[in-house]
Structures are given as C-alpha cells and as structure tokens.
C-alpha cells in the first residue's frame, strides 16, 4: 500500500482532484490519501497558505499530489509552490508537452520535456530596493545545483529512451552565472556519450521551438527559463490544461497540474482534468507501477481522440466528472 500525500487545492482544485482521484482509484491500486489543507483554504483556519503539517506529511510520505493552489498577489505570502519546493529542496522540474491526437493543435507529433532547476536562478528570491527608485534581484546559478539538474536530465533520457540532451542558456551575455550552467553541462554530458548533446540561446529556443519542435527531444535550462518555455511548450500542444508537472527531490516529490486555480469556473463542473490526471500518470511512472501508468494515459488517449465524453474545450460536452467516468471506465478494461 502507498500513502500519498494529497492538498487537492484552491479554486478548481478539489473538482480535478475528485475527478482525479476516481481514474487512479480505476486502477486497483492499493493507495491511502493523506489528506492536508493549503492555499486559500488554509490562511482562515492556520494563518498560512503553508502550516507546517503539510510539509511534515510531505516529509513523511515522500510523494505528493496536489491540486493548484492560489498565491496572493502582489505583496503579502510568496508564491506557496516556490515555498515547497524551496522546503523539500524538490530542485528537478519536469514538465512533458505531448500533442494528443483529437485536440486541436498546429503541431502533429510533439513529445517535449522540459528539466527545469527548481531552487535557484532569480527564483531565489534574493532581492532588494536600491534607494526608492530601484529594485535589484539576484540570479544566483552554483555549480552543485547546475550538476545535479543536469544529471536528472540525462538520466531521465538514458531511463526513457531519450535521444538528446539540449541545454538551454543565455550565456553569450550572462558569461558567469550561465556560463557556468553551460559548463556544468557540458562537463556532465561526457559521462552520457549515448545521448546527444548540445545548446541553445534561450532566445533562439523559443524561436526554434516554434518553427521546428520536433528536433528537440529533452532541454534542461535554470529556474527563469524553463518557466517561460515550459509554458511555450503546452502552448504548441493545446494548453497548460493538457499538461503536467513533476517537482522531484532526493527525498520526495510533489505532481501536480501546471495550470492555474481558475477561481471564476469554481464548482461548475466544466473544467478539463487532463493536466491533474497526467500529472497521477507522472506519479505512478515514479512509483514504478508503469503497467497502471500507462493504463491511464492510453485511455486518456482514446476517449481524447473519439472527441465524445471530454470537456467544451477539447470539443467535446461532457462535465468533468463524466469525463473522469468515462476514463475510469476505459482503465478498468
């Protein structure tokens, strides 16, 4: 049996975390819910976004799934997702971006995955006003961080099959801090001579990736961008309502949709569980059930594609709850 932690989250949360909940349950897997409260729903009852029984229960499972949860804006608590994985040091962001046949897209064929550094670069949150008129903020890459990221990356090709390793820099102008990434990688490539290797300028990636994604395979990039172009990423795919995300660390890990809350849509019944439903298919590769991993995404696959019972923004009329039915019913064979 696995106990998994679960914060089914703000806004839309709890109605893709229900829906959620029923696929995996689809699968016979023998699971417990640790149930926790974050975001919103936490700041009445603890003062925080963030108590710290969530990260205790986080600790003590070592495997998380959670809904998206909301972050006052502007001033006040920092951004609760920075927060975990800052306090479970979750350093390796994994974000695939896969066309599904049946969505709506210009690409055909696209099997992306964004490695994403989850603890430094301006992320860092080390910040400061320069008299009244000025703020600064500063990009903070180190060697140890740099390394360990960019091993996840290409043991995560050599452990998927993988072809290339593309690293992602601005290093023609930032000749220190990305400089140093980009050695960093280079160095670590040598010890993977069966997976391809190369870089590119951030700039250039984005464009790149526009024009021609299919060349491109697995890319590991600091903090800043990999926000940016794994959000580009969905965007070539159908939206961040189709993609998942991955927070690992040495010790736990957190999945969970990419996407925001969506206040407006709260308890409507209307909203796509695409990205929280890959987001358990994530979970269950790292557990090593693959047979019930695969089981989900290839019926998330088929009901996608017969277009019948999905949501209104996949051309379909179904509530997410007959969806997640639907899904649940094609898991249980």
Known sequence: ???????????????????????????????????????????????????EHVLESLRKNGIGLKGPLTTPIGSGFRSINVALRMELDL???????????GVISRYEDIDLVVVRENTEDLYSGVEHMVGKDAAESIKIITRSASER???????????????KVTA????????????????????????????EFEDRIVDNMAMQLVQKPQLYDVMVMPNLYGDILSDLCAGLVGGLGLVPGANIGARAALFEPVHGSAPKYTGQNRVNPTAMIMAAVLMLDYLGEKEAARRVENALAAVIKEGKMVTVDLGGTAKTFEMAEALAERVRG
């Not at 998994?4 to 709890?14: K, N």
């Not at 350093?91 to 046949?101: C, D, G």
């Not at 996840?152 to 090709?157: K, L």
């Open 149 to 163: 990221i960019a091993r996840f990356a290409f043991e995560y090709a050599v452990n998927n099959d993988r072809r």
């Open 1 to 51: 049996m696995y106990t998994i932690t679960l914060i089914r989250g703000d806004g839309i949360g709890p109605e893709i975390s229900e829906a959620t909940l029923k696929v995996i349950e689809a699968t016979g897997l023998d699971i417990k819910w640790e149930e926790v409260t974050a975001g919103e729903g936490a700041i009445e009852e603890y003062g925080t976004p963030l108590p």
């Open 91 to 101: 350093y390796a962001n994994l974000r695939p971006s896969k066309t599904f046949p």
């Open 168 to 195: 992602v820099h601005k290093a023609n102008i930032l000749k220190l801090s990305d400089g140093l990434f980009l050695d960093v990688a280079g160095e670590v490539a040598k010890e993977y001579p069966q997976i």
